[in-house]
């Protein structure tokens, strides 16, 4: 495997954005080389967050390191038990850690996976790339735009790869569907309507003490303190809107990955958004229950529509719990199940051949689980120096769509959206709320 | 506490009368309308009332406050919830004159007199909405170890040079501890600090779970022990 250009102590100090004094920072290690290469040529990793999706992630991982490709030398999680979890899976010569920062002092690890709550990842994935790391992360990228900005910025900065974790453009009914659409076959798409179920309510337990295995402090992290509560951890802080974003920021970052995708958009942004909602009655969760965001794109024209629950136009009637989205061209309309994953593609894209001098659409395809082809499509990109199929700067532009949902909705009003100084124009709270102050350790 | 009082209102006990005489304007009668709402009312008719706050703005920011360490948690929550609806609202493009009444409300909430967890949640209002005019109430508590972090990241995210000049006096006056904290917030701004490290990648906390074992079989940690032994079983 092609060594990682190396970067400086200079340059490192530089990016942590400070006249920083020395002993007081990291070990020596990190600061004066980027990672090499593990034993046999295989890349060498650390997976930081290791419940939830990290433990499906580090399965992946462990038939990658089963094929040769990897080793899994450490696993991470501030909760004990989780931990633990992994270490048992993972097996013998696995080193556990709770906190993240001791993987990035390692010298013999090249690449991490992190797969913590939503508002972890940019301060991980930027204090990894400026370890010399390369970067899986979980979506959404990001939650705040100055987040995913230093993200991009951290990502060129140290020349990192950093995948962002919207593995439906590594899976073939995402791919057909993207195909077809790029060669034209719906006409010129004006726009795209999704449906998705509902955010929950609840939460309605009090504060407590946290569970003795779980370290609250590191798991809130650069969000601001307070009491720990069991509706505002594992899994359920997905619906607080301060750690979790609901749904629009969970699904919807894969939906708008897939939408972006297949419109050749990753580098436009929506000049407005517009969003309205229902507000919970009960309990601690607040992200709306029923939502709806208009998104507004200029040159060219169309918009995305974001509904809960919205217009349902499945192709598989029994899933009445699921999500889509709909295509609409001049010329016909595409339904697409869930974000491109799980389900085929409407057999008029299945069965699409691109013509001579059509549009071919890159997919890594060398494995049968499309999970495992997003990974295997970073690995190529860590390789070639190429950028991975959901490169960091799309992943923000993912996550650009979701934040501003919510923006919108909290705020009331309709957003305008200069895309250039990624701004909200004439509006200072709005652009206040771009950023959010990050407690201490825990910051970019 | 209004919830009390109301609540009272149920015995015999006219708040309303109390209300009145103090004031008989229509702001003040949407103030007991929403308050009414917010304790009295069912879910629905709490989250209506909250959801509507915004319209009545700085009125009702000292009067939801006191409800909400209400130890009803809907109550409370919705009070906390009507506030940040001012708040949203007070932000928006050409309320300037909204915002500073909100604003100034809202300042007025910090004073020690409040409860730690009302005052926490001010600042981050401030946060969204504050101008030089909060900056120095703001900077007062830095002296508190309870809300100087909060009151930190308030400044941080305050635009202008009166925020900045408060953030560098507090980082001359701050004890040691406190001041990495404050150089994190002054370079957020662009200021070059010497002197006081970044400890961001500092690892600092060390799990208790081990190693799983090799074939050997030596250092097996007690979680994994213990897991092991439920497999078993």
Known sequence: ?444 | MWASKLRNAHAGVSVAEEMTAKSHDAQNKAVDELLTRIVQGSDEVRTEAWLSAGEIAAPAVKPLAALMTDKELEVGRAAKRGLWKIVRRAGRPGAGQEKKAVTAELTLLLGQEQPIAVRREVLWMLSEIGGDESVAPIAALMSNTELREHARMTLERIPGAKSLAALKTAMKNAPKDFKPNLAQSLRQRGVKVRGVGCVKLVPTKKTNVKPAASKQGTSAGWLNVRTREVREA
């Open chain 1, 1 to 444: 495997m092609k060594k990682p250009k190396q970067y400086s102590r200079r340059r490192f100090l530089a990016g942590a954005g400070a006249a920083i004094s020395i002993p007081y920072l990291v070990p020596s290690g990190v600061l004066a080389m980027a990672s090499r290469s593990g034993a046999n040529d295989r890349l060498t990793l650390g997976m930081i967050g290791v419940g939830g999706m990290g433990k499906g992630h580090l399965r992946n991982m462990i038939k990658f390191r089963e094929a040769g490709v990897v080793n899994i030398a450490a696993v991470c999680d501030v909760d004990e038990k989780r931990l633990a979890a992994a270490v048992e899976l993972a097996g013998p010569g696995v080193e556990p850690y709770r906190d993240y920062r001791y993987i990035l002092a390692r010298r013999d690890i090249d690449a991490v996976l992190i797969a913590t709550p939503d508002h972890w990842h940019a301060v991980q994935c930027v204090h990894a790339c400026e370890a010399g790391k390369h970067v899986f992360v979980e979506k959404p990228a990001s939650v705040t735009i100055e987040e995913g900005k230093a993200m991009v910025a951290a990502a060129r900065r140290y020349k990192r790869v950093v995948q962002v974790g919207s593995q439906s453009r590594s899976a073939r009914p995402a791919h057909d569907a993207c195909t077809y659409i790029r060669n034209g076959m719906l006409g010129k798409v004006r726009k795209v309507t999704c449906w998705h179920r509902l955010n929950p309510t609840g939460g309605t337990d009090p504060d407590s003490a946290p569970p003795p295995e779980l370290d609250w402090d590191m798991w809130l992290g650069p969000l601001r303190w307070r009491p720990y509560n069991s509706a505002y951890c594992h899994s359920v802080f997905r619906w607080i809107m301060e750690s979790g974003g609901g749904q629009i920021r969970d699904r919807g970052a894969h939906v708008f990955s897939l939408i972006r995708w297949c419109m050749d958009a990753d580098y436009q942004s929506p000049v407005s958004v517009e969003a309205r909602g229902t507000a919970t009655t009960k309990g601690r969760w607040d992200c709306p229950p029923e939502m709806e965001v208009v998104y507004t794109f200029s040159n060219p024209d169309w918009q995305v529509i974001w509904a809960q629950p919205g217009e349902r136009h499945s192709n598989y009637p029994d899933k009445n719990k699921d999500f889509g989205l709909v295509f609409w061209g001049d010329s016909d309309r595409l339904i697409v199940d869930r974000d491109g994953t799980g389900y085929e593609a409407a057999e008029k894209a299945r069965n699409f051949k691109v013509p001579g001098g059509g549009v071919e659409v890159y997919r890594m395809d060398k494995h049968k689980d499309y999970n495992m082809n997003h990974k295997e499509d970073w690995f190529q990109a860590i390789k070639t120096g190429k950028k991975p199929c959901m490169d960091i700067e799309a992943g923000h532009g993912a996550a650009t769509m979701c934040i501003l949902g919510n923006l919108s909705y909290l705020l009331g009003r309709k957003l305008h959206w200069d895309a250039k100084k990624q701004q909200v124009i004439g509006d200072e709270q709005a652009n206040r709320m771009l950023g959010r102050p990050q407690r201490h350790p825990y910051h970019l």
